[in-house]
T-cell receptor
Framework: AQKITQTQPGMFVQEKEAVTLDCTYD???????LFWYKQPSSGEMIFLIY??????QNATEGRYSLNFQKARKSANLVISASQLGDSAMYFC???????????????FGQGTILTVHP | DTAVSQTPKYLVTQMGNDKSIKCEQN?????MYWYKQDSKKFLKIMFS???????INETVPNRFSPKSPDKAHLNLHINSLELGDSAVYFC??????????????FGPGTRLTVT
């Protein structure tokens, strides 16, 4: 079974500063993917970034980077140069491949509400 | 160019009724999913279909019945609605999963309110 833990219910950051959202995971599967999604107040789920368990380098997508520490089982999201539009709920999620039994389902963390102050 | 669409966006109905939510994706993906987001914003998988075949059924009451007429569509029918079914239901799609994971693209969600 997979488990995702996000220990920060809420985070605050000043506009233009960087912020790190924490995520730890637990799985016994050797092959897995880690994802971050953003859910603004409008409700849609927006894919941000993906990290594969075999990827040697940390994933980056524009202002988003994923700090992947495999030994610590952590996959923190770093948002650089925060903008007011970054205020939203952020979900960490995992998909593990167990020979087809999990078949790509995403297991989500509890989410972190990020508020960007002007 | 909506990638994953759901209808309706809002659904208000009374206990005991039967209702359906429709989902369509134009991304050419083989796999589609239904997730439920409860009032505390927790997201949980309900079902997954790969190329019209049910792959995942996560201990969902059998009042919920998914149907996939083709790989671009995955509908969710709910019988005898209960108050606890009130939630936001998200449809998602991805390339067929395997040893390497693929991102899932979500629809806009359907907010179901049972009164």
């Amino acid at each position: 079974a997979q488990k995702i833990t996000q220990t920060q219910p809420g985070m605050f950051v000043q506009e233009k500063e960087a912020v790190t959202l924490d995520c730890t995971y637990d799985t016994s599967d050797p092959s897995y993917g880690l994802f971050w999604y953003k859910q603004p107040s409008s409700g849609e789920m927006i894919f941000l970034i993906y990290q594969g368990s075999y990827d040697q380098q940390n994933a980056t997508e524009g202002r988003y980077s994923l700090n992947f520490q495999k030994a610590r089982k952590s996959a923190n999201l770093v948002i650089s140069a925060s903008q007011l539009g970054d205020s939203a709920m952020y979900f960490c999620a995992m998909s593990a491949y167990a020979g087809g039994t999990s078949y790509g389902k995403l297991t989500f963390g509890q989410g972190t509400i990020l508020t960007v102050h002007p | 160019d909506t990638a994953v669409s759901q209808t309706p966006k809002y659904l208000v109905t009374q206990m005991g009724n039967d209702k359906s939510i429709k989902c369509e994706q134009n991304l050419g993906h083989d796999t589609m999913y239904w997730y439920k987001q409860d009032s505390k914003k927790f997201l949980k998988i309900m079902f997954s279909y790969n190329n019209k075949e049910l792959i995942i059924n996560e201990t969902v009451p059998n009042r919920f019945s998914p149907k996939s007429p083709d790989k671009a569509h995955l509908n969710l029918h709910i019988n005898s609605l209960e108050l606890g079914d009130s939630a936001v239901y998200f449809c998602a799609s991805s390339q067929a999963p395997g040893p390497y994971s693929h991102e899932q693209y979500f629809g806009p969600g359907t907010r179901l309110t049972v009164t």
